[in-house]
């Protein structure tokens, strides 16, 4: 029997995990991927590690106790229910599995080091308990967007559409390969999946308002890259039409008109109503000292509430 790739999803039971788990429920195909929910549990109340290794805690430790038995109650109940979402949604009876562990490091360096025992793709939300506003990114999810480049990862804020995926799509090799990985995941009954291309034009913004490319070479410059990437764009269709996606999902934008690349993606998804966008760690320009390019950056921090694949 031929072992479904496997997607570790890091919970902590809060709502934003609730969301993901929902989001996943209907965005994955059930019968061909199986899932770990995996919480990494702490000890004692987090305020204790801002006060280092020397924090007493034994004054403490009736409170303590009933803390993590609370905890443990509040995760189980998650778990639990997080399995009934996914039976609901059709994933089979034992494709979806539950582990917990105590915290042994830090949580976005435990969720890091597991991930490397052969994951599809580790899934995370885009914050958790804290108070921060939903526009930014809570600090596991941040860690781990920096920590992991070897599989996909998923950063999932608010409750993203499942319907529409867009395809931030780029001559890099990155990208191309990353398709091939998640595409498997996907349920095949997407409605729409748009590959967008940006081409940003020779004569960026100047504070002297001069241009310095002529307009025939600024058209050319647009044409000719426009055409370059569509060859690419054709493969990938056909790869995903032969792996059974609908060939009346596919749609291509090639646009030439935007100064960021970053936001052009962001607000062509905000057009389309998708909730999810795919895009490479980095892109053509490769700074091996930095492990996210950034356009992938910029992308991760503006859409706030959709579902990011960093592939």
């Not at 934003?16 to 919480?39: C, D, G, K, M, W």
């Not at 070479?217 to 990437?229: P, Q, T, V, Y």
């Amino acid at each position: 029997m031929v072992s479904l790739p496997t997607i570790l999803v890091a919970v902590d039971g809060s709502d934003q995990s609730r969301h993901t788990i929902t989001y996943l429920s209907r965005i994955l195909s059930p019968n061909e991927v199986a899932l770990e929910l995996f919480h990494v549990r702490a000890e004692v109340p987090e305020a204790f590690f801002d006060e280092g290794e020397t924090a007493a805690t034994a004054a403490y430790e009736t409170e303590i106790q009933t803390w993590k038995r609370s905890r443990g109650t509040q995760i189980n109940r998650f778990m639990d229910d997080a399995q009934k979402s996914f039976m609901d949604a059709g994933f089979p009876s034992g494709s979806v599995s539950v582990s917990v562990q105590s915290r042994k490091i830090g949580i976005a360096r435990d969720i890091s080091s597991k991930s490397h025992r052969g994951y599809a793709a580790v899934v995370i939300g885009r914050n958790g308990f804290g108070t921060l506003p939903e526009f930014m990114l809570g600090s596991i999810a941040s860690k781990l967007a920096e920590a992991i480049a070897h599989i996909p990862l998923v950063i999932v804020g608010g409750q993203p559409e499942t319907r529409k995926v867009i395809v931030a799509y780029d001559q890099s090799w990155r990208v191309r390969k990353g398709m091939d990985k998640v595409s498997v995941l996907f349920s095949r009954s997407l409605e729409d999946i748009l590959f967008c291309h940006i081409v940003r034009p020779l004569s960026e913004h100047h504070p002297t308002g001069q241009s310095f490319f002529t307009s025939h070479n600024e058209a050319h410059w647009l044409d000719e890259n426009s055409r370059k990437i569509v060859p690419a764009m054709v493969t990938a269709k056909k790869h995903l039409s032969l792996a059974g996606f609908e060939p009346q999902a596919f749609r291509t934008a090639i646009l030439k008109e935007k100064t960021s690349r970053a936001n052009g993606v962001y607000m062509e998804a905000d057009t389309l109503g998708a909730g999810t966008i795919i895009v490479g760690r980095r892109g053509t320009s490769v700074v091996e000292d930095f492990a996210m390019g950034r356009v992938t950056r910029k992308i991760l921090y503006l859409a706030f509430n959709k579902a990011i694949w960093i592939v």
